[in-house]
Every structure is written in C-alpha cells, then in structure tokens.
C-alpha cells in the first residue's frame, strides 16, 4: 500500500511545540499497545513494549523480544526546531502598538518569519499545593495570535539587496493594539475616533498573562511560568504540478520523528527480539548539552535501566553495546536546482531519490565504512531508495546528534535523514516520495530480524 503523506502533514500539524510532539508521538505509541512508565519509578520489565515521557520534551520508547541479549538497536531524533521564543515579561509597547519581546531559539532564516501568522504552543506551569507541586498544562492556540511585518520597500529601497535584521528590534512580533482606560474605567482602542471600549477585568496582569490565562482557563495569579513558542499556522500541503513535493514548517525534524515512531511500533507489532529502541531528543537545535538532550546522561542512563530491570550485568550491558548498531536520524541538504555549485561534487542528493546516508570524516556524522555498509545493506533489504551526502569541502555543514550520542554511549552509530531544500526556514521543502523510504528502513531496522 504506498504511502499516504497526509498521516504525516497532520502529524507535523499537531506537533507545534516540543511539548506538543512528545504528546502527540506518546498517544501514538500508547494507542498502538505501548505502555507508559515514569522516571521516578523503579522498572518491573519483562517482554513488552513500553514508553516514558522525559521532561516533557524528550521521549524514550522501547520494545523488549522474548530474547532481550539477542540484539540492541537505537533510532534517534529531536523534537526541537529553529523558532521564536516568547520571553519572560514579553510586553512592550510602541505608539499603542503591543508588542511580545522575544528570542530565536536555534538557527532559523530570520527573513523567512516575516509577515507570517503566528500561533503560540508550549506549557504554561501553575501554582500547586507547594513549591514542588506544580501543574503543568499544555498550550496550543491554534489561531494566529502575532505577526512580524516586513518594512515598506518605499522606506527601504534597498531591502531587496538583503537585508541584516536586528533580532532585538525586528524580529519582535506585534500582538494587538493597546488599551487605555476612560474616565469610566473601561478600556478601549487608543483611538480618538472610535474608542471601542472594552472591559478590564485583570488591571493588575499584562496582556499576556491574561491572554495565557484564558487559553489555560484560570486565573493570571496562578501561572508561574511558561516555555511558549511561536509557530507559523499555515498548514503543510503537497504541491507541484504532479504533486512531487511537500512544503511544511517544521520537516526539521518531525520527518525523523515520524520515521523513528514508525519503526518502533512496528517492532511492537512483530515482536521482533532483542531490545529495539527509539529516542525523541530535544535541544538538538542548541547544542545538545541538556538533561533532555543527546549530549548528556540521559540515553545511557535509560539502557541501563532498561537491562538492569532485566537482570543483566553491567559487564554483560557493555557487550550488548558493543554489538548494538544505532541510526541518528536528522535532515539533509538537498542539491539546489537554483545553487548547484553549494552541492558537493560527486554526492548530489536530490530531492525523491531517497533518504541521505550522511557522510563526513571530521566525524560532524557519526560513522565508519562497517557502519556505512550495514545501512546499505539495511536499505536493500528493506527496498529503501538512499543516496550518499556529503558537505562540499570549502562549505562546512551542520553537525547533528548522532556522533554525540555515540560518544556518551559507545556503539556502532550512522547519521541518517530525509534530503531538504530551505533547511531552517520557516517553511520547509521534501519531496513527496522521501517519508517513504525512511519509514521502510526504520521499519525493518527496529521491526525486523
């Protein structure tokens, strides 16, 4: 049955925030017969398929077969992608203009954030019983609630030479218009001639905290603090004149994700032996270098739990490691029909020819000739289509989680991913044939033999 890419358009469409992927991605493995653990609890495991939501951000599922010392496999990605932060206290004003102080979270292309509606996601935290009893809830406004306009070329003519944006100034998004009271105590439109008042329930909160407040329902004195992030609302589409590619926010990199949860229900549904695992990393965008990210203790710590639980030995843990094979799944660069010269000379990955097997000696990708093999020969069996990436010399590439997750946790690792075009942009470019293939290997890498 070929592929049908709207599973993944709606995917990308629930996942708007961190948050919001490991929740959408933790109902698709508990509808699909997973069940749910927690880090604070000790692990009864035996043969099953279970998943543990990690901080909110990060998402660790894993499927035990009848033989748990038969093989170890890890697939991995990240929640996180280049977006708008809101910050701490965000209103300002400007000549009754409201505005949200905000900061970019990972590289984005800033130009590609202007004149689009943006909605908000993320979690907004509320007081408990004490300090440590605490309710988080999740956010998703699913409506444009700001917008970063451009300036009007006639008071920039050069606009069209390029642009620098000053990322403190620029890049801040307007919300609404301000509000001042009248003699009566009500609000309205700082406009003389029509004052459309409005009635000011909450003086003594911002407009965002009372915005905030009436997504969660509750009152402003309640929130203590939040982690919001700014998405574009266009939803993703098939495009093309023969409907060859995909245009989507967020393709970095919820097509891994998406690949990566499709191969561990599958390990569910065939049982497959061994210990098969799949983990959704955040921070990747930033550095790793977090509780919840792929350059710290977290994977290590959740394998040895995992085969603590089991009744194995740290000595015999070390070996499993040792023969276990890991796929870092991240997004590659495409060759550009209009910059063909920024592509490497002899690896051209294009567009619908399959996914990247992503290549480079100062290790940026994790992997080695044997491990290079081994997914070559995983993508024949399993009827993948997959080409070779490789950064062209004088342009040095990004780096990704795969060579950090092997160093913290020592075992065969190649870095893997669908190809890109306008990589960090507020809207991304795939081609429609892509998800595919990168579902069939995940598919055979953590469901088959």
């Known amino acids: 049955m070929k592929f049908d890419n709207e599973q993944l358009l709606k995917y990308i469409g629930a996942c708007t925030s961190p948050y919001h992927t490991v929740d959408t991605s933790l109902q698709m493995l508990l509808d699909s017969g997973f069940t749910e653990l927690s880090l604070e609890d000790e692990w009864q495991l035996d043969s099953g398929s279970y998943v543990v939501n990690v901080f909110g951000t990060t998402l660790f599922a894993f499927h035990i077969g009848k033989k748990p010392e038969h093989t170890l496999r890890i697939a991995s990605a990240h929640t996180d992608f280049p977006a708008i932060r809101v910050k701490p206290n965000p209103i ?4 009754g203009y409201t505005k949200l102080n905000v900061e970019m979270y990972g590289g984005l292309i800033e130009n590609t954030w202007l004149d689009r509606p943006l909605g908000a996601a993320g979690t907004v935290v509320l007081k408990g019983d004490n300090a440590f009893d605490v309710d988080a809830v999740l956010v998703d406004t699913k409506r444009p609630i700001a917008i970063v306009p451009n300036l009007a070329i006639h008071m920039n003519r050069s606009v069209n030479d390029g642009v620098k944006l000053n990322r403190q100034k620029e890049m801040l998004p307007i919300m609404m218009m301000d509000r001042k009271k009248d003699d009566n105590g009500a609000r309205g439109f700082v406009d003389n001639r029509n004052p459309s008042l409005f009635p000011d329930t909450n003086d003594q909160y911002d407009e965002w905290s009372t915005f905030l407040a009436d997504e969660v329902d509750c009152d402003p004195s309640e929130i203590l603090s939040y982690e919001m992030t700014l998405y574009p609302t266009e939803q993703g589409c098939v495009l ?45 965008e930033v550095g790793s270098r977090t509780k919840q990210g792929g350059a710290g203790m977290l994977l290590p710590n959740l394998i040895k739990r995992v085969y603590d639980a089991l009744g194995y030995s740290n000595q015999e843990m070390d070996s499993f490691i040792s023969k276990g094979f890991m796929i870092s799944s991240d997004v590659a660069h495409g060759l550009h029909p209009n910059y063909p010269e920024k592509n490497d000379i002899t690896n051209i990955p294009v567009l619908n020819k399959g996914l990247a097997l992503k290549i480079a000696c100062s290790q940026s990708y994790a992997g080695d000739a044997r491990a290079i093999a081994i997914v070559k020969g995983l993508c024949e069996e399993a009827d993948a289509e997959y080409q070779i990436y490789v950064n062209r010399s004088d342009i040095p590439g990004g780096s990704t989680v795969g060579s950090i997750s092997s160093a913290m946790l020592p075992m ?38």
């Not at 300002?92 to 000549?95: D, E, L």
């Not at 998406?258 to 983990?279: D, E, P, Y």
């Not at 991913?417 to 507020?426: D, E, K």
């Open 412 to 449: 065969r690792t190649i870095d893997v991913g669908l190809p890109l075009l306008a990589m960090h942009s507020a809207r991304e470019l795939m081609g429609a044939n892509d998800q595919e293939q990168l579902n069939r290997l995940m598919n055979h890498f953590l469901g088959g033999k």
């Open 240 to 284: 093309g004149s023969e409907g060859d590619f995909i245009s989507a926010p967020r393709l970095d990199n919820l097509t891994s994700c998406f690949g990566v949860l499709s191969g561990i229900i599958q390990a569910r549904k065939h049982n497959a032996n061994g210990v098969r695992c799949a983990i959704l990393f955040d921070n990747e």
């Open 92 to 95: 300002t004003s400007v000549k």
